[in-house]
């Protein structure tokens, strides 16, 4: 059995609610739009497992060592990651390929900075925008989600609100 803290979109912004929100996490998973080194730096120093992917806005310091896509698998779950995913019947344009390829379980993807938790049955895939956890952006309330993975169930899927200023 696995938790997770889910984030994205937080461009550059730290809060330190993200370590009270992740203590008991085994993993922190970051769906791009990270805004720099130096978060990236303290949500690994929460001394998690850290995956993450590049978003658009993210930099070279970023770009040097994260990629735009994350493919693996946590306990029995095959897991796609990426920025800019879309949803069921919405689709960013080159991810349909991608599913088709992986046949992942569960479709993690940011962006949109809006929160969307929904199940693609045409490809029993369940599909995770975690919203945006930063101060950036339209949003008026910050998101982001814990979850468990546990063999081949994933469960307790719980968002978290934050108003938007610290």
């Not at 493919?71 to 879309?86: A, D, Q, W």
């Not at 599913?99 to 379980?105: C, D, E, Q, R």
Request: hydrophobic letters at 35%; charged letters at 25%.
């Amino acid at each position: 059995m696995v938790t997770i803290g889910l984030l994205s979109d937080t461009h550059s912004c730290w809060d330190d609610r993200y370590a009270k929100y992740f203590e008991k996490c085994d993993e922190i998973w970051h769906a791009g739009d990270i805004g720099g080194l130096e978060l990236y730096e303290k949500l690994e120093s929460l001394g998690k497992t850290l995956r993450a992917v590049v978003g658009n806005i993210d930099g070279q310091d970023l770009r040097k060592f994260l990629k735009k896509e994350e493919s693996f698998r946590c306990e029995e779950v095959n897991v796609l990651m990426t920025h800019i995913g879309g949803y069921p019947g919405k689709y960013a344009p080159g991810i349909t390929n991608r599913l088709n390829l992986l046949k992942p379980k569960l479709f993690v993807c940011g962006h949109s900075h809006i929160l969307k938790a929904q199940y693609d049955p045409t490809r029993q895939m369940l599909c995770l925008n975690p919203g945006a956890a930063g101060t950036y952006g339209f949003h008026q309330v910050r998101t982001l989600m814990r979850f468990v993975i546990d063999g081949a169930d994933i469960r307790d899927l719980e968002v978290v609100e934050m108003k938007r200023s610290n």
